[in-house]
């Protein structure tokens, strides 16, 4: 059982930065794909990038491509998102997720474990 704790959240104004955190506990996550998404009211959670357990291959939503960088820390078995020129459309909340994956790949679904979520919201 993996146990996932998003914190790093915040208001912040359009163009500033913010960088996620999403500690895990549990099993080491060596063999974990990683994931963040996210969403906003009235809307679908959405991807929004995915890390292989490698750390070499890395993934994002168009939306996000340039602005946002995924990142893990195995020692501390943590995900990161920093986030830059942060737009009101990026507004949400944003959840992390893993998953135990044979082949070192991202994925943009399909995610077995999920935290709780942290509010991000910008303001114009």
């Known amino acids: 059982q993996v146990h996932l704790v998003e914190s790093g959240g915040g208001l912040v104004q359009a163009g500033g930065s913010l960088r996620l955190s999403c500690a895990a506990s549990?099993?080491?996550?060596?063999?974990?794909?990683m994931g963040w998404f996210r969403q906003a009211p009235g809307k679908e959670r959405e991807f929004v990038a995915s890390i292989s357990w490698s750390g070499a291959n890395t993934e994002y939503a168009d939306s996000v491509k340039g602005r946002f960088t995924i990142s893990r820390d195995y020692v501390k078995n943590t995900v990161y998102l920093q986030m830059n020129s942060l737009k009101p459309e990026d507004t949400a909340v944003y959840y992390c997720a893993v998953r135990n994956t044979i082949y070192d790949i991202t994925l943009s679904d399909d995610y077995d474990y999920w935290g709780q979520g942290t509010q991000v919201t910008v303001s114009s």
């Open positions: 549990g099993p080491p996550l060596r063999t974990y794909a």
